[in-house]
């Protein structure tokens, strides 16, 4: 078989997975996972609500649309895989949420003052799709650009907050470290409560586990800038701005 081939063979696989893994579990708990997500993170609020008035981004794998409502003096389009939840992020108005894969948006490249991508990546199976991800993200960002009477020399651009799991969760109830497995299958645990009483039914949800770095190496490979990064709640987070052009 062709290296081609053997390349084709292995994405379709890899999209194969992630929608019996991913999605098609998404769309089975999008009620119940959405009852549990109304607190945004503090560095997502934080990122948002210090936009200038006026700004204009996405939020990548919106999920219920938690964060479309943080700041009302900006407008965000959302977007995700779950036609389940776009339905619920839609509810936040004037905010908009579409049904839109990562690794192919329908946005228009160059325009965007900032996104987010908020536990997202890691659902992706492969290296090459993870870090195709990224990419798409940043081509929708404005461009940062030379100018020589700013006091950076450089335009500032689009900025992307990028949130991914952690593999150092020691501290936590997962107790993952530095010598687990990177790739796990990560239980969501769904109560019902019926005439016969109450019972539960578990979906597996797969993640890919971001080491040390890991994350900042994927934006670098993406084409992208890490503007700052670091480390919350058994997640790794990143600002990334595309490259400057001249």
């Not at 945004?40 to 204009?56: A, D, K, M, Q, T």
């Not at 192919?104 to 799709?129: E, G, K, M």
């Amino acid at each position: 078989m062709s290296s081609q081939l053997m390349t084709t063979a292995m994405q379709v696989d890899s999209e194969q997975y992630e929608d019996v893994h991913v999605h098609r579990v998404y769309e089975q708990i999008a009620e119940h996972f959405s009852s549990t997500r109304y607190k945004p993170w503090p560095i997502v609020e934080e990122f948002l609500r210090n936009l200038p008035h006026g700004s204009i981004g996405i939020d990548v794998g919106c999920g219920n649309g938690k964060y479309l409502k943080v700041n009302p003096n900006i407008f965000i389009l959302g977007s995700d895989r779950s036609t389940s939840l776009v339905r619920i992020a839609s509810q936040h108005s004037p905010q908009a949420a579409v049904i839109a894969d990562n690794l192919s948006l329908p946005h228009p490249h160059a325009l965007f003052d900032f996104a987010i991508s908020i536990a997202v990546i890691h659902h992706l199976s492969t290296p090459a799709r993870r870090i195709g991800a990224i990419a798409a993200i940043l081509e929708t960002l404005q461009p940062c650009s030379k100018e020589p009477s700013s006091p950076s020399g450089f335009g500032a651009g689009g900025r992307a907050l990028i949130y991914v799991w952690a593999l150092e969760q020691k501290h936590s109830r997962r107790g993952w470290d530095e010598d687990n497995e990177q790739d796990v299958m990560v239980p969501w645990v769904m109560k019902q409560v019926d005439e016969d009483g109450t019972s539960s039914q578990t979906f597996n949800r797969y993640y890919h586990l971001y080491r040390r770095g890991e994350l900042e190496e994927d934006i670098l490979q993406a084409g992208g800038i890490v503007d700052s990064s670091g480390y919350e709640k058994d997640n790794w987070w990143a600002v990334a701005t595309r490259r400057c052009t001249q």
